[in-house]
């Protein structure tokens, strides 16, 4: 049974910064790649970053390169989100995300993720 638990969401002004996390549980975390996701009111769901099962490899989408940092601590089976210099287009429940399999590249797209967290909700003020 695979179990991911996103916490650290909250209310932020625009410019502000907050720290997700998730804890991951039921399997080897260590072995898998990690992902986060969005989802904004009356918008699909949307990729946000990933990292490889070793934390060497990284990849963000656009909207969010420069501003959020992916991380993992392995021997905690944690992923965190690092999210600077918030918008408020940036408001969203977040998601973290584990694939099925492992992949030779960085998984990023919804397709490629098989097990979900509840999600934790970020609301940025402008």
């Known amino acids: 049974q695979v179990q991911l638990v996103e916490s650290g969401g909250g209310l932020v002004q625009a410019g502000g910064s907050l720290r997700l996390s998730c804890a991951a549980s039921g399997r080897t975390f260590s072995s898998y790649a990690m992902g986060w996701f969005r989802q904004a009111p009356g918008k699909e769901r949307e990729f946000v970053a990933a990292i490889s099962w070793s934390g060497g490899n990284t990849y963000y989408a656009d909207s969010v390169k420069g501003r959020f940092t992916i991380s993992r601590d392995n021997a905690k089976n944690t992923v965190y989100l690092q999210m600077n210099s918030l918008k408020p287009e940036d408001t969203a429940v977040y998601y973290c995300?584990?694939?099925?399999?492992?992949?030779?590249?960085?998984?990023?797209?919804?397709?490629?993720?098989?097990?979900w967290g509840q999600g934790t909700q970020v609301t940025v003020s402008s």
């Open positions: 995300a584990q694939p099925r399999g492992s992949y030779l590249h960085v998984p990023h797209t919804i397709g490629e993720y098989d097990y």
